[in-house]
């Protein structure tokens, strides 16, 4: 079930999100802020940092009402693309406003984008990952190709203690939309694989290379053992010099 786009929101189940691809003034660049664009952010991030405890919970406790509809689950065979940043908590204790401002732009000007021009969607963003679905694992595998390739290009003239670096892990199977939230098991070993990948790495599970006929050249890694995943995995990692775009 792909987005359906109503104005400036895709739908998904009955969750609502703003289009990520709204037109940005600032300049296409993931380098670090400037101060005019510095001054806005720090002033909500000091409202939200004012706010009240309960504030940030709102809605959190709806399940909880009585007389609430029974929610929407969706099972699905999806691909999924976890990426994040290496080196995140570094990049924070050093520019925390910074930091938040390169990410938001790097998710809207080139994840988000890139999601999209492959078939397929982000999922879910929370901190430094970013999860995306594809119904095809060939699709997350040549997004992950193309998201390293730009965001090399982009980030190159950065000082190296201060670029953006994307570590990326995918993997296929069974997932579950509640109410349009994406859960299962293929969320979890993406989001491992990336934790286990080193800078610009994309690692794949075996079924991913199997199912998507990865159009790049693959490495075998062997099985690994993943934090919290009982299994092992058999892992794959996709071979640098790549020419998927």
């Given at each position: 079930?792909?987005?359906?786009?109503?104005?400036?929101?895709?739908?998904?189940?009955?969750?609502?999100?703003?289009?990520?691809?709204?037109?940005?003034?600032?300049?296409?660049?993931?380098?670090?802020?400037?101060?005019?664009?510095?001054?806005?952010?720090?002033?909500?991030?000091?409202?939200?940092?004012?706010?009240?405890?309960?504030?940030?919970?709102?809605?959190?406790?709806?399940?909880?009402?009585?007389?609430?509809?029974?929610?929407?689950?969706?099972?699905?065979?999806?691909?999924?693309?976890?990426?994040?940043?290496?080196?995140?908590?570094?990049?924070?204790?050093?520019?925390?406003?910074?930091?938040?401002?390169?990410?938001?732009?790097?998710?809207?000007?080139?994840?988000?984008?890139?999601?999209?021009?492959?078939?397929?969607?982000?999922?879910?963003?929370?901190?430094?990952?970013?999860?995306?679905?594809?119904?095809?694992?060939?699709?997350?595998?040549?997004?992950?190709?193309?998201?390293?390739?730009?965001?090399?290009?982009?980030?190159?003239?950065?000082?190296?203690?201060?670029?953006?670096?994307?570590?990326?892990?995918?993997?296929?199977?069974?997932?579950?939309?509640?109410?349009?939230?994406?859960?299962?098991?293929?969320?979890?070993?993406?989001?491992?694989?990336?934790?286990l990948a080193g800078v610009g790495e994309i690692y794949l599970t075996e079924p991913t290379l199997?199912?998507?006929?990865?159009?790049?050249?693959?490495?075998?890694?062997?099985?690994?053992?993943?934090?919290?995943?009982?299994?092992?995995?058999?892992?794959?990692?996709?071979?640098?010099?790549?020419?998927?775009?």
């Amino acid at each position: 079930m792909h987005p359906v786009r109503n104005g400036n929101h895709y739908h998904l189940g009955l969750v609502v999100r703003a289009d990520p691809c709204a037109t940005d003034e600032r300049a296409r660049d993931f380098g670090p802020a400037t101060e005019r664009q510095e001054a806005p952010a720090r002033a909500q991030l000091r409202a939200i940092d004012d706010a009240p405890p309960y504030a940030a919970r709102s809605g959190a406790d709806d399940d909880l009402w009585p007389g609430r509809a029974e929610p929407r689950i969706e099972r699905r065979r999806l691909a999924i693309l976890a990426a994040d940043i290496v080196g995140y908590c570094r990049h924070v204790e050093r520019d925390d406003i910074d930091t938040a401002l390169r990410l938001r732009r790097l998710r809207r000007q080139l994840l988000f984008p890139a999601a999209q021009e492959h078939g397929g969607w982000v999922a879910e963003s929370i901190g430094d990952c970013t999860l995306m679905a594809f119904s095809e694992p060939a699709q997350a595998v040549s997004c992950a190709i193309a998201i390293r390739r730009k965001l090399a290009r982009l980030e190159r003239d950065s000082p190296e203690d201060q670029r953006l670096e994307l570590r990326m892990g995918v993997s296929v199977g069974g997932v579950i939309f509640v109410d349009g939230e994406l859960f299962g098991q293929p969320v979890n070993v993406a989001a491992r694989l990336a934790a286990l990948a080193g800078v610009g790495e994309i690692y794949l599970t075996e079924p991913t290379l199997i199912d998507g006929q990865a159009p790049a050249a693959c490495e075998a890694l062997g099985e690994r053992t993943l934090r919290n995943i009982a299994t092992p995995v058999c892992v794959y990692r996709v071979a640098d010099g790549d020419g998927a775009a």
